[in-house]
């Protein structure tokens, strides 16, 4: 199985910092990554898939890198709307594997 | 524009089977790469449990494989997921997804099933 590691496991920032999230797999996964976003009561929203393929309608200060085995999601300026918890997923086989997840919350 | 909507029982007694309906509208159950389940325990994270190819084939978390199958209604445009044998681990949110390019997406809005004992 891959096994995705994620961190930091929680973050404190401030509207307007740039925060990083990044996403270690276990053995090479190439651009089979996706990340999404949690919200409170809500179910998970897919952000950016094939590592850096931004979705439509996601603002454009998300974006994903990497390939192989590390990855990173940046938030390049926090919005209020955006503390949450993100999740990397990889896509590559199965069994189909999540990150550990990273609580966003405000400062 | 897709839309995916989980049904069943929230409350389960302990011992007996989960049984769980994605309903997908708007768009046809056998186009998708293919559909997902997962599962959320209470303040915890995301678990992938199965998934099933519109072909009826299918791959489960080696960790459920022995207590999961998920099945297709091409005629009712649903899938189904069944979880038998459960505990109080097994109480969560449960979310259905589709596959799309190299995401899931979207989801349903998810159902809590809860394991009494």
């Known amino acids: 199985d891959i096994q995705m590691t994620q961190s930091p496991s929680s973050v404190s920032a401030s509207v307007g910092d740039r925060v990083t999230i990044t996403c270690r797999a276990s053995?090479?996964?190439?651009?089979?990554l996706a990340w999404y976003q949690q919200k409170p009561g809500k179910a998970p929203e897919v952000l950016i898939s094939r590592a850096s393929g931004l979705q439509s309608g996601v603002p454009s200060r998300f974006s994903g890198s990497g390939s192989g085995t590390d990855f990173t999601l940046t938030i390049s300026s926090l919005q209020p709307e955006d503390f949450a918890t993100y999740y990397c997923?990889?896509?590559?086989?199965?069994?189909?594997?999540f990150g550990g997840g990273t609580k966003v919350e405000i400062k | 524009q897709v839309r995916l909507q989980e049904s069943g029982p929230g409350l389960v007694k302990a011992s007996e089977t989960l049984s769980l309906t994605c309903a997908v509208s708007d768009y046809s159950i056998s186009s998708a790469s293919y559909w997902g389940w997962f599962r959320q325990p209470p303040g915890k994270g995301l678990e992938w449990i199965g998934s099933?190819?519109?072909?009826?084939?299918?791959y489960y978390n080696p960790s459920l494989k022995s207590r999961v199958t998920i099945s297709l209604d091409t005629s009712k445009n649903q899938f189904s997921l069944e979880l038998s044998s459960v505990t109080a681990a097994d109480t969560a949110m449960y979310y259905c997804?589709?596959?799309?390019?190299?995401?899931?997406?979207?989801w349903g809005q998810g159902t809590l099933v809860t394991v009494s004992s």
């Open positions: 053995q090479d996964i190439s651009s089979w």
């Open positions: 997804a589709r596959r799309r390019d190299s995401c899931f997406d979207p």
């Open positions: 099933i190819f519109p072909s009826g084939s299918t």
């Open positions: 997923q990889q896509l590559k086989s199965f069994p189909l594997t």
